[in-house]
């Protein structure tokens, strides 16, 4: 099922607290009964500094699950992530960690935090797949706060509580708009040689894949050298370049041109059916 990612509308901030309740009570079969109070609501979340995003499963869908990030200084803090329990195990929950990643990186924000149960498998062990580590925790009145809120709610008894921390990239800022611009830029500077051949094709940027990986970009058809069986009226393949992972590894537009450029270059190369091997011997690479 593919998650689209959104910022939280006011239609969406009345199904948080219910999506929060409903993903806890997954715990039980690992807890028993929990009592940690009743979940905050979406409208008392927006009093916190940073930002509330939504995952659902068509563009105008219900939300499905939500991500809470509080601002404080350099730091963004995830909060809360919770999806549903019957829409869980598709993709929702790393979907919504990526697209945060993103956003409190286009924010400033030069790392992220979280708190979190050490042991339990969609706790720790999912945040360390995602590239967080396991910190001291740290000593500044913030997190000292966030602490102190789990002591008094004793968190603890359930099992390991830790601090876990991944860096955010300081990669260029550039509108989709922008973006876009410079890729049928970069598109028109490749070789005629390069370009002539491509039958049946469309480009398309967007932001970072539905399921969250971490992708330049992406070929979805069938390669030239496949097409025996090919028939008339088959709809388009599409090479899709993906704006944020482009910024997140570039510095200046000098860097980010050579990025879209390679990646426009192997995705082609795909449709070629044509091996790295293949595209230096070609001059492509």
């Known amino acids: 099922?593919?998650?689209?990612?959104?910022?939280?509308?006011?239609?969406?901030?009345?199904l948080l607290a219910g999506i929060e309740a409903a993903a806890d009570t997954v715990f039980g079969p690992l807890?028993?009964?929990?009592?940690?109070?009743?979940?905050?609501?979406?409208?008392e979340r927006l009093n916190d500094p940073g930002f509330i995003l939504v995952v659902a499963e068509s563009d105008a869908g219900p939300a499905v699950g939500f991500a809470h990030v509080i601002e404080h200084e350099a730091?963004?803090?995830?909060?809360q992530l919770s999806v549903r329990p019957e829409h869980a195990g598709q993709g929702h929950g790393r979907a919504l960690l990526a697209a945060s990643l993103d956003e409190a990186a286009d924010r400033g924000a030069t790392r992220m935090t979280l708190r979190t149960y050490a042991d339990?498998?969609?706790?720790?062990?999912?945040?360390?797949?995602?590239?967080?580590?396991?910190?001291?925790?740290?000593?500044?009145?913030?997190?000292?706060?966030?602490?102190?809120?789990?002591i008094r709610l004793d968190l603890s008894r359930h099992g390991r509580r830790v601090h876990m921390e991944r860096e955010l990239p300081r990669g260029m800022q550039m509108d989709a708009e922008a973006f876009e611009a410079l890729v049928v830029d970069e598109l028109d500077r490749l070789p005629d040689e390069m370009v002539a051949g491509?039958?049946?094709?469309?480009?398309?940027?967007?932001?970072?894949p539905e399921n969250g990986e971490d992708l330049f970009g992406l070929y979805e058809g069938l390669a030239l050298t496949e097409r025996g069986q090919y028939g008339m009226g088959e709809l388009p393949d599409r090479i899709i370049i993906?704006?944020?992972?482009?910024?997140?590894?570039?510095?200046?537009?000098?860097?980010?041109?050579?990025?879209?450029?390679?990646t426009l270059v192997h995705e082609i190369a795909h449709f070629f059916g044509l091996d790295d091997d293949q595209l230096h011997e070609l001059g492509w690479a």
């Open 1 to 14: 099922m593919p998650s689209h990612v959104r910022p939280a509308n006011d239609t969406d901030l009345d």
């Open 31 to 43: 807890f028993g009964t929990v009592d940690w109070g009743s979940a905050p609501s979406g409208r």
């Open 75 to 79: 730091t963004a803090h995830l909060e």
């Open 120 to 150: 339990v498998p969609w706790n720790g062990p999912f945040y360390a797949s995602a590239g967080f580590r396991e910190k001291p925790d740290p000593d500044d009145d913030f997190h000292r706060s966030l602490l102190a809120a789990e």
């Open 198 to 208: 491509l039958e049946n094709v469309v480009f398309v940027v967007e932001d970072r």
């Open 242 to 262: 993906y704006r944020h992972a482009h910024l997140a590894a570039s510095e200046s537009e000098e860097e980010l041109r050579g990025e879209v450029h390679t």
